[in-house]
């Protein structure tokens, strides 16, 4: 199972360089709401999901010059997701409930147990193909009808009949079948050139 992206050897090296803000922003920008959806999933409140999501990425930014693929079975993604997963561990684990996070992540997070968490590791499966479905769908529905992306998103995500779907729509059901089925492959297609980008 995926955890996170695997992130291609170009965007490393880029990360590497601490002056690159072009290639750390294109990294934060797939990387942080997967971090942040992941912490509120576990429990964290809006405001410490949002600093662990910049602990972690400090974290790697203070790491990353240290990384390196010794082989082929060296993947950066699980190297990325063992720091995420023990960054929540510890923050939901030693703090108390109510006590504001603040201050930067030690790199002790780089160093923790290897041991996988299996709850924080399939959330990070999860919210990865979230974020790669809302990325994609922001493209796709620039790109379409309004009313080719509406048919979709009433037959696919709110569950609405083709039927009920043509009649609020004023379509015929085959247009409705085809708006969906349109959407639903060029959403393959971009999640495929997402991930594609990312290795």
Known sequence: MAEFPETRDSLIVQVKDPSNR???????????????????????????AQ???????MAVAAAIGRWERNDEGTR??????????NAIVKALTRRPKDQAVGGMLSLDLLDESRDADPET?????LEYRRELYLRASAIVR?????????????????????EDAATRLKKSMGTVYAA????????????RDLEESTQ
Request: charged letters at 30%.
């Open 121 to 125: 590791t399939e959330l990070i499966a």
């Open 76 to 85: 950066f993604r699980n190297w990325l997701s063992r720091i995420t997963r």
């Open 142 to 162: 620039r790109d379409v009808n309004p009313e080719t992306w509406q048919a979709f998103e009433m037959t696919v995500l709110d569950s609405v009949s083709i």
């Open 22 to 48: 072009t290639a750390w922003e294109e990294f934060a920008e797939v990387y942080r709401p997967i971090i942040y959806r992941i912490a509120i999933t576990r429990g964290m409140q809006e405001a410490d």
């Open 180 to 191: 969906r089925s349109r959407v639903m492959l060029r959403l393959r297609e971009a999640i």
């Open 51 to 57: 600093d662990l999501a910049q602990q972690v990425l």
